[in-house]
């Protein structure tokens, strides 16, 4: 079998698993943040704000003039917001807050879907223990470049739009140093997506030179 049918065989055979645990992540990573959250500031959020995605993607369709400026836009939008509101000020300010994006859902659920992919070809393919484990070592740095860079938390002393820098700062990096990495994000993404794929391609690449193996012959005495 070639490279690209093998690939697709597993595909095929684990689609509903890989849908799935694609699910399963981009849930269980928005929990992990608010866990964060809370576990950083010591504080229960205080406030659950939702908002009309579906419209608003319509409104911004139908009112940006440009087409290209589309895109970027309805990606930034929000689709439930929780966090913490100190009303020591006026009518209140987000000290901190979760935002789930539907975008950055999206990129989740594809990330849960290609480690899941990763994770049963590593476990069908016939190598030493040291190598599998150089393989899941490199599923779970992709994993985590990814992951890490669409995070969508927001603190106001960092920043007040949703960003993955916000974890750094919020693991003691500088908050100035925090944001000058920023523009880094895309860069890491595709660099984690990047190596997503030239595992599984390997992986693929290895399994179809086993099965173009001849089986070799029983001797007869």
Not at 7 to 31: C, E, N, P, S, Y
Not at 123 to 142: F, M, P, Q, V
Not at 148 to 173: D, Q, Y
């Amino acid at each position: 079998m070639t490279l690209f049918a093998t690939l697709w065989a597993d595909v095929r055979g684990t689609w509903k698993q890989m849908v799935l645990h694609g699910l399963i992540f981009a849930l269980l990573f928005q929990v992990f943040m608010m866990i964060a959250l809370i576990v950083r500031f010591q504080t229960l959020p205080n406030y659950v704000t939702g908002y009309d995605w579906i419209g608003n993607v319509i409104w911004i369709i139908k009112s940006t003039p440009s087409w290209s400026d589309i895109p970027p836009i309805i990606w930034e939008e929000w689709l439930l917001e929780i966090g913490k509101m100190n009303y020591d000020y006026g009518t209140g300010i987000s000290e901190w807050s979760l935002n789930v994006v539907p975008s950055r859902l999206f990129v989740l659920f594809i990330l849960g879907a290609m480690v899941s992919l990763c994770l049963t070809l590593t476990k069908r393919d016939a190598c030493s223990a040291g190598t599998s484990n150089k393989l899941r070592a490199t599923t779970g740095l992709g994993a985590v470049l990814v992951a890490m860079t669409n995070a969508t938390m927001s603190w106001v002393v960092c920043c007040a739009t949703p960003s993955w820098v916000v974890g750094l700062a919020m693991l003691g990096l500088g908050v100035s140093t925090s944001l000058a990495l920023e523009t880094m994000g895309p860069i890491l993404t595709f660099g984690g997506f990047g190596l997503l794929v030239a595992l599984i391609l390997y992986l693929a690449w290895r399994k179809s030179r086993t099965d173009l193996e001849p089986i070799p012959e029983p001797s007869h005495a």
